[in-house]
C-alpha cells in the first residue's frame, strides 16, 4: 500500500476541513445566484466539499464542525427540492447540534415542505417551547396549521408573530399566510 505523501495532524485537519466547508457555502451561493442549468454543478461542487468537511470533522471529532457541515448539506438539498435527503442530513445535523435552533428550524421547514405537516408542527413547537419569541418559529407553525386545517392556532400564531415584529404585518409571505388562514376561517363559517 502506497504511504502518503504528507500526513495532515491536528490544526492542518481541521484548517483543511473549515476550508472546504467554507468552499462548500461559496460554491452554494453561487449556483443559487447561476441560471438554473449551471446551478447543479455548483451545487455539486459544494456538496463534495460539505462532505469532505464532514469527514474531516469526524477524524478530529470535532461534532460541531460535523453538525454545521452536515446542516448545510441539509440546506443544499432543500435548496435543489431533494427533501428526502435534506430532512436524512438535517436530522444527523441534530443528532451533534440537537440545541441548534437554526437546524431545527430549517429540519422543520424541510419536514413542511416535504408534507410532514404533524412532524414540522411538533418541531416548530419544540423551538417555541425554548425560544417564545422566534417569529420565524412561530409563522412556520402557523404554516404547518394552515396545511393542517387549523385556521384558528394558525391566526394566533400570526398574531403574536406580528405582535413581537409589527414590521412582519407588511411582509407579502406573512399576508399570503393570513389570507389563508381568513378562507379558511371563511370556509368553515
Known amino acids: ?14 484548517m483543511l476541513a473549515e476550508a472546504n ?3 462548500g457555502r461559496i460554491e452554494f451561493e453561487r449556483g443559487r445566484s447561476e ?6 454543478d455548483w451545487y455539486e461542487a459544494a456538496e463534495g466539499h460539505f462532505r469532505r468537511a464532514a469527514e474531516l ?9 460535523v453538525g454545521r457541515v452536515l446542516a448545510s448539506i441539509g440546506r443544499l438539498f432543500i435548496e435543489q ?7 436524512s442530513e438535517l436530522r444527523k445535523a441534530l443528532h451533534y447540534l440537537r440545541g441548534d435552533i437554526d437546524i431545527r428550524l430549517d429540519f422543520a421547514w424541510a419536514l413542511l415542505l416535504a408534507g410532514q405537516h404533524q412532524a414540522a408542527l411538533a418541531e416548530y413547537t419544540f423551538v ?4 417564545p419569541e422566534n417569529v420565524t418559529a412561530r409563522l412556520g407553525r402557523a404554516q404547518a396549521n394552515v396545511e393542517r386545517g387549523d385556521a384558528p392556532s394558525a391566526l394566533s400564531d400570526i398574531d403574536e408573530a406580528i405582535r413581537r415584529q409589527p414590521e412582519l404585518a407588511s411582509r407579502t409571505e406573512v399576508v399570503s399566510l393570513l389570507r389563508q388562514v381568513l378562507d379558511q376561517l371563511e370556509g368553515q363559517a
Open 1 to 14: 500500500m502506497p504511504k502518503p505523501l504528507f500526513v495532515l495532524v491536528g490544526d492542518d485537519v481541521r
Open 21 to 23: 466547508s467554507l468552499l
Open 35 to 40: 441560471a438554473e442549468a449551471s446551478s447543479e
Open 57 to 65: 470533522f469526524a477524524t478530529e471529532q470535532n461534532e460541531t464542525g
Open 81 to 87: 427540492g431533494r427533501l428526502p435527503d435534506a430532512i
Open 128 to 131: 417555541l417551547d425554548v425560544a
